[in-house]
């Protein structure tokens, strides 16, 4: 089970950080994810690290201003965003997959409820 937190409104050029408890037996055996879903829009990929944290990778949009992060002693998967814009807006999901091209796809079975992200003034 995943689940997410920290989604809320804030202004254009503001910050949020995003957190995902995954309750998952071997945590480490996961590469994680963010997908967000915006209205009239398909879902797209955000941003991927890898089981031990070397190896990310990011939408080229988001490239720059959000940062993936993960605390395997907490089972806890983190998205920094910064330099929010209104196009950021959206429903963000975590994911998870032990096969790393699974994931980047969103071809998981693995995904939280998601939370909400509202870049507004």
């Known amino acids: 089970q995943l689940v997410e937190s920290g989604g809320g409104l804030v202004q254009p050029g503001g910050s949020l950080r995003l957190s995902c408890v995954a309750s998952i037996p071997t945590f480490t055996d996961y590469n994680m994810g963010w997908f967000r879903h915006a209205p009239g829009k398909e879902r797209e990929f955000v941003a991927a690290i890898d089981w031990n944290g070397y190896n990310d990778h990011y939408e080229p949009t988001v490239k720059g201003r959000f940062f993936i992060s993960r605390d395997n002693a907490k089972n806890m998967v983190y998205l920094q965003m910064n330099n929010l814009k209104p196009e950021d807006t959206a429903i963000y999901y975590c994911?998870?997959?032990?096969?790393?091209?699974?994931?980047?796809?969103?071809?998981?079975?693995?995904w939280g409820q998601g939370t909400q992200v509202t870049v507004s003034s």
């Open positions: 994911a998870g997959d032990s096969n790393w091209g699974r994931l980047v796809a969103g071809l998981t079975d693995y």
